[in-house]
Each structure stands twice: as C-alpha cells, then as structure tokens.
C-alpha cells in the first residue's frame, strides 16, 4: 500500500491553497470549452498552454487536466440540452438524453449525466492510482525496441478498432508522421522536407496544429447549415438532484460495465468517443427495455458518460507511464510536460513522484469539484449558448489566432493553424479521423527516435523488434489489430454469397 | 451532424399535371422524379482530389528522403530512412483508397449515369455560407503582420456583429474596440505575453 502514501502525499500537494484556486479555474474554464462550439479539450488546452510556462509544472498540470474534466463534463450540457455533442463523445448521449430534455426532464438527465460522468471518473482514478506504478515499474526495464513496439501497437489499435475506413485512419496517421519530420532531424542535424523555406525549419508544432484542426475547422463547419441553437430550459434543483441520485444506484451494472468498458477503451488508445458508442449499444442490448432506447430512457445518458469519462480519463494511465497518451487531449497534455521540461515516460514515476502524485491527486478532488459546479452553475453555462453565433465565432477566431501565435511567439503559426483549419474541415467532411494525426504529429520524432536506436543496436537489422519476448509480443498483437480489417473485409465478402 | 442533410437524394415529388382541372386520367397525380440535383462539389471529386494531395505529400516525402539518403550511413540509418518509408505508406494507402472511387466511376460510366444526384460535399449555398466566415477569416489572418493582432481583431469582430449577426454599427464597433482591450489587458499585462504589434500601438507608444 505504498501507493496511499504517496497519495496522500500528491493531496498535499493538491490542496495547496494556489493550486485548489487553479483546479477551480481550470475547471470552470474547461466546462466553458465543452459549452462552446469549436473550442474544445484538445485545443482549449492547447491556447492556453503557452501561458503556464511561469507557473510550476505541477500547478499548471492540475489546471490544464481540470480544463480536460470540465470539458468532458461541459461536453454533456450541449447534448442534453440543445442536441449539439459539444465534443465527439457526447454524440451518444443525444441519442436519449435530448429526448428526456424534449420531454421536461432536462434536469434529471443532467444530473443523471454528471453524476454518472463523475462514478467513470473515479473508477478510472482509482485504477490509475494503483496500476500506474505497476504499469511504470514494468515498463522502467523497457529499452527503444519494446518502446517502439508499444508505440506501433497503439498506431495499430487506431487502425484496428477505429470506426470509420482503416485506409483514411492509415493516411491521416502517416501525414502525422510526415508532419512531424518537417524540420531539423534532431538525430543528424540535416534539414528534412523544408524545401529551402526558412519558415520550414521549425518543423510544424502540434499546438498550432490542434489549434488549426480542432478549432477552426469546428467553427466552419458549424457555420455550414446557419448555426441556430434551440435549447430547452436548464434548471435542476435540489429536489430533482435528490430524486435522480435515489434512483441511480438502481443503474449500478450499467454503471459497472460502462466503467470497465470505459477504462479499457481508454487505456488502448481507443479513446472515449468508441467507448460511449459501445458501452450504450451494450446497455441497450441488455436492457429489458431496449427498444425504449432513443426514446428518453435515464440508462441511455448514465452508460456513455460513464464510459466517457471513464475512458477520457484512464488515457492519462498510458500519457503518465509510457509516455504514450491515449487521446488528442492526453496528447497536447504530454506536449505540455516536454515543454515544462519533464521527460515522460516511466522515469517520471521514479524522478518527479510530487508532479506525478500531485496529478492523480487533483483527478479525485478536481472531479468532486466539477461535479458540485456543473450541478450549480449549469443554467449559466447553457445560457453561454443564446449569445449570437456571430460573436462567439468572432472571439473563438481571435482566440486561436492568439493561441496560435503564442506557442512560439511567430506570425507564421496564424497562417499555419488558418491551413490546419482547413485540412481539418475537408478531412472532417470526408470522414477522416483526425485523432490519429495529431497523436502521430505528436509522438512522430519520438517514434521514429526509438526505431532508429533499435536499428543502430542490431546494425540495421529489422527482425530486432521481435527479438525480446516482450517488444515481439507487442509487435504481434500489433499486427493482429492492423491485420483485423482485412480479415473482417474478407469475411463477410465470403459469407454473403453462401447467404444470398 | 451536418452530413445527414447533405448527400440525401432528392425524393420524387408529386408533381400536378399542368391541365390539373381537366378531367380523366390526366388528373392522376404523377410522380416524376425530380432531376434539379443540387449543385456543388460532390463528395467524390472531394475525395479523389484530398487522395491525390495525400499521395503527392507522399510522394514530396520519397523525393525529399532520397535525395537525402534513405538508407543506411556509416552512423546507422540515415535521415531519410523513416520519412521515405512513411512516405511510401502514404502513397500507397492514397492508392488503396483512390481505387474504389475509381471502380465505381467505371461501373457508372457504363450504364451511363442513373437518375441519382451525387452526394454533396458542399452545395453552392453552404458554401457561401462558409464563405461568409472564411474569407473575413483569411484577411484578418493576413492583416495581422501589418495591422497587429489588436486592431485586426477589433475589426473582425466589429465585422462579424455587423454583417452575419446583423447588430447595428453603433454596437458591434464598441464591441470589437472592447474585444481587443481585454485581450490586450489579459496578455500584455497580466501575462506578460507580448502579441504582434502595429502602428496603431507603436503610435500610442507600445
């Protein structure tokens, strides 16, 4: 139990007067992000970034991971209340929880949403808690062929069990890659793919690049079909509040199997958004009301946010061990920890146990803290919403630009992240996925960094990824993901003729 | 979201035969498939045309990597070892998905186009909805190294209240100077974080 010690040591560090101040900003911040159109975790985190540079890396990490909790939190509010998924894993919950709003039970739904997002919440703390250090312990023995393997295998999760074409996943992944090899090659001091643009050198940075694909992007697509927001009242009072947590624990399989399904989706870099599409189709499945579902049925919001949450916050586990994050979010988290100086991967357990600690710390307290201020304020933020679209596009556009600008204090990033905007609303509308480009924009130098020193290890020999036994088994469960869709494109192209 | 309105074919509608107060046969109602397909960029073209830029970023890659070595040195891989690989990838996954595209602009040539409108990417009036954002958007981007980021600011969000969201001048100008202020207190001072500057600011004295 030596993790509750140091637990315990982490809450002294989060219950810091200074740092419970910014866990509350971060979260009120966060919860603002979710509410807004093109602004959301990702990007939110990615503006403000910049501006922790003076702030301890502590401090600013709890501020940056309470934006992440308020956004997942916000995300709700949107879909209950005005059908918009304010992010993409709050699409599922629009399915039953805009026709419980449509039928009055606004508030029931919301609370129903938050309390439900906060139980995944804490089920995937507490699993962070006491399997990091293992996860962390193992992975201390790694060296560049297992890391390298680690890192393929969750490339080859997006290809294996994204939803949408594994071709587009692959092509958005390796332009990632190609991205992030823009620049100066760190190993041999050659200039790679700048083309004699001095602007090139830099190499493209991801923050802007989010900023760009994310926000951008969200804000031209909003504006496509005439934004108009037609919500329905919020208002929960504690009545309602009451009534609703008497009858949640009825739901607790459903809370169970969406918290599992949930941290398993997150620590795989599956992400949150399969996790709330899985975990409700499974609710739906197994209810003895399933043909209710999509109809206003409470299990219908309680199963995706579980997940959600649950899935959102179990990708910091493989961000904190391996270095490795398992969502865009956890991926601009990363990029803030390189930028604060820190190295992520399993040193970090052993060398900065007051930032580790102090992290999953905030987790408990920030989620406690979300819970109470989305449960208060949530007519405030919806009515964030009735202010025209022509002002908030406005000043989200002035914010990127801002955001953009201060990553490295260069003009150019603004007409950069303009060109992400861009690359992002096509890719968008044409159903490519963008989390894997970022997350390859991210870990690109570092992946290509650990297959390079493997191959320098076995003077060049490939077969050295299958050397270990433990980078070879990751390297074959890697392949089995990336050998799954064509094994099920196969599949069904056999079966139907014998069918038809 | 968006998508489900896009890309719906056009559903037969009823039409009225234009003698509609004849008696007889004539009157029946008949249903004539409409063929106004809505104009635009079709998915398609967008398809095959972000495919092809794919593959020709690839194909930078390669060029790019082979000229600079994609082999092995005599300090281990080269530089362009891993860019010329994910380059090639790229290309080749380009490929995998140009070629459906490709087969069924082939089976469509030869019955030689159904009634079925195509799916839509953008239709012309979505897209000058989005115009209406993007191109003030471009301009404040590009103004920006000459105005400053306060005083393009300011503009655009003036520009914004007053054409998409209609408010009068008299609020939306106070309203863009007021933007720009409280981004200017917030970062300049509060944050110490200095933002691109103009000759307004250098006027004042910044």
């Known amino acids: 139990m030596e993790e509750l010690g140091l637990l315990m040591q982490g809450f002294s560090v989060a219950l810091q007067p200074e740092n419970m101040m910014l866990m509350m900003v971060g979260i009120i911040l966060g919860v603002l992000i979710g509410v807004l159109p093109g602004l959301g975790g990702a990007n939110g985190i990615a503006i403000l970034l910049p501006l922790t540079f003076a702030m301890s890396p502590v401090s600013a990490v709890i501020m940056l991971s309470c934006i992440y909790w308020g956004a997942l939190f916000g995300g709700a509010i949107t879909s209950i209340l005005f059908n918009i998924p304010g992010e993409p894993w709050s699409v599922a919950t629009t399915f039953d929880g805009y026709p419980m709003a449509q039928q009055g039970r606004a508030g029931e739904a919301l609370t129903a949403a938050f309390t439900s997002s906060f139980v995944g919440a804490f089920v995937a703390v507490v699993m962070i808690t006491f399997v990091a250090p293992i996860v962390a312990q193992f992975a201390l023995r790694f060296g560049p062929p297992e890391f390298f393997a680690v890192m393929f295998l969750s490339f080859a999760a997006f290809v294996g069990m994204g939803r949408g074409s594994p071709v587009k996943t692959l092509m958005a992944m390796m332009l990632g890659f190609l991205l992030a090899a823009v620049g100066m090659d760190a190993m041999t001091g050659q200039l790679r793919m700048t083309f004699g643009q001095t602007e090139m050198i830099r190499g493209f940075d991801f923050l802007v690049a989010v900023i760009g694909l994310f926000g951008i992007s969200e804000i031209l697509s909003s504006i496509e079909d005439g934004l108009r927001f037609k919500g329905h009242k919020a208002k929960i009072d504690m009545k309602v509040v009451l009534r609703t947590w008497l009858e949640l624990p009825r739901h607790w399989a459903i809370g169970i199997r969406s918290a599992l399904v949930g941290c398993w989706m997150g620590i795989t870099p599956a992400g949150a958004t399969p996790a709330s599409f899985m975990s409700y189709g499974i609710a739906r499945r197994m209810s003895k009301h399933g043909k209710d579902f999509g109809k206003g049925r409470v299990e219908g919001v309680i199963a995706p946010e579980t997940a959600a949450h649950a899935a959102g916050t179990s990708a910091l586990l493989p961000m904190l061990t391996l270095g490795v994050p398992g969502s865009p979010t956890a991926a601009v988290l990363l990029g803030g920890l390189i930028m604060w100086g820190l190295q992520p991967g399993p040193m970090l357990f052993v060398e900065q146990k007051d930032f580790v600690w102090g992290l999953i710390a905030s987790m408990y307290l920030g989620n406690i803290a979300g819970l109470l201020i989305v449960l208060v304020a949530v007519p405030w933020f919806a009515a964030i919403l009735r202010v025209p679209f022509s002002i908030i596009a406005a000043i989200i556009l002035v914010v990127c630009a801002i955001g953009a600008f201060t990553v490295n204090n260069a003009e150019f990033d603004i007409v950069l992240m303009l060109i992400f905007g861009i690359i992002g609303y096509v890719l968008k509308k044409l159903e490519y996925p963008l989390a894997p480009l970022v997350l390859a924009l991210v870990l690109g130098d570092r992946t290509e960094e650990a297959f390079r020193q493997s191959l320098l290890v076995s003077e060049g020999d490939l077969t050295v990824f299958f050397h270990g036994w433990l980078s070879g088994s990751i390297m074959a469960a890697g392949i089995a993901l990336l050998a799954w869709p064509l094994l099920t494109a196969i599949w069904p192209r056999r079966a139907r003729p014998a069918a038809a | ?206």
């Open chain 2, 1 to 206: 979201m968006t998508m489900q309105h896009i890309g719906g074919r056009d559903m037969p509608r009823a039409v009225q035969a234009p003698d509609g107060a004849a008696a007889g046969a004539a009157t029946a109602e008949a249903f004539v498939p409409e063929r106004r397909a809505v104009a635009g960029v079709s998915v398609r073209t967008m398809e095959i045309a972000t495919s092809l830029c794919f593959a020709a970023a690839g194909a930078a890659a390669i060029w790019d990597s082979a000229r600079l070595g994609a082999g092995w040195g005599a300090d281990g891989p080269q530089s362009g070892y891993f860019p010329f690989w994910i380059g090639l990838l790229l290309v080749l996954a380009a490929a995998a998905n140009l070629l459906p595209l490709a087969r069924a602009a082939r089976a469509r040539g030869e019955d030689s186009g159904g009634p079925d409108a195509p799916a839509m990417f953008l239709t012309w009036e979505q897209a000058r909805t989005v115009a209406t954002v993007f191109i003030p958007t471009t301009i404040y981007v590009a103004a920006i190294p000459f105005t400053g980021i306060y005083v393009a600011s300011a503009v655009l969000v003036a520009w914004f209240m007053a054409r998409l969201g209609e408010f009068s001048v008299w609020r939306a100008v106070p309203s863009g100077i007021a933007t720009a202020l409280v981004a200017f207190v917030v970062f300049e001072i509060w944050f110490l974080v200095a933002l691109p500057k103009g000759p307004l600011e250098e006027f004042l004295g910044y």
